[in-house]
């Protein structure tokens, strides 16, 4: 991740085989789009406009563009409010109101979290790890019946957020190639998960599209410890994990090696190379990654090829992260200082700086 680093899904989920079959790489099923900003955005009167310039809800304007389903983020406390459980419950509503699929993002935080930082919350900080299994479970079936309770059960849970080397560190952190603590925690969200609905689908999500060998070394550990998982999710940005030919390896290997379906659960691509506020862009430069251009062009090119990939390597779902979030002023990257912070992302999303989505982007099947 950047900044730091339906009608029934779960029906539609229910006929994916758990072991991928050949077919698998016939179809992207989820179409996805983490639209985890939007609600700021939009609270903050940011307005969005679909290809012929027609102001419309930004839900409509993606599920025109190919959307079948969303992923929101979890903070458990975040000093905004913004994306605490009660906006996530309040969001959820419209999602489901659009007859998309939801993926719930649990980071275990109460900010980013990602490869370099994997921060407890503050409500957990003085607990072991004996205490953060019942924290992770109670956290992650409180957050889940909720959402049931309310009619908006979600289609997948992801238990940690690019957990390449653990999550809630110190106690949960991989050191020294032993699993144990993180195995627990796992078990404690996947457990959790199932108690809640048994068809919510559970996803491991690591950012280790860049690695064969990374990827082996993470699955196998946990796989190792016992660790139950449904979906493998991998991040994926070509200036930061290489080319296309390691992505495609890594979905094949990850497929056969592990027996799950494989998504990649974020990418994007920016459309321009300048800024739009104070804030240094995520990504920089006219063509990060050759080939493709900063421009309109070259961020809907790109997005297609990573698509292209993936489904010929046997994923089932490809989402865009943050396509929505454009340059709001007071919806700032960090959530302890949501209004003094800038957008990072401002050239990455797929709706420019006045709201005007990019007519060439396209999720397909």
Known sequence: MAVLRRVALAT???????????????????????????QRSLDLGATYYNPSGTAA????ILTGAGVNYVRMRVWNNPASGYNNKA???AYAKTVKAKGLGLMIDFHYSDTWADPGKQYKPAAWVSHGIGQLQTDVYDYTYDVCTALKAQGTTP????????INVGMLWNDGRVVNNDFTNLSLLLKAGYNATKACNAGTQVIIHTANADSLANARWFYDGIRAKGVPWDITALSYYCMWHGPLSTLSSVINDTRSRYG???????????????????????????????????????QASNFTAVQNTARAAGAIGVFYWE?????????????????????????????????GVNPGIRWTP
């Open 260 to 298: 799950k379906p494989v998504i990649v659960a974020e990418t994007a691509y920016p459309f321009t190379a300048a800024n739009a506020d104070s804030e240094a862009n995520a990504v920089n430069g006219s063509a990060p990654c050759s080939g493709y251009p900063a421009t309109w062009e070259g």
């Open 323 to 355: 396509p929505t979030w454009y340059a709001i002023r007071g919806n700032g990257w960090d959530p302890a200082n949501i209004n003094g912070t800038g957008d990072q992302w401002d050239n990455m999303a797929t709706f420019n700086w006045t709201g």
């Open 12 to 38: 539609l989920l229910a006929l994916v085989p758990l072991t991928p079959t050949p077919a698998d790489a016939a179809t992207l099923s989820m179409r996805g789009a983490d639209i985890s900003s939007v």
């Open 155 to 162: 289609d997948s849970v992801q238990i940690g957020n690019e």
């Open 87 to 89: 906006k996530v419950l």
């Open 57 to 60: 809800n930004p839900l409509d």
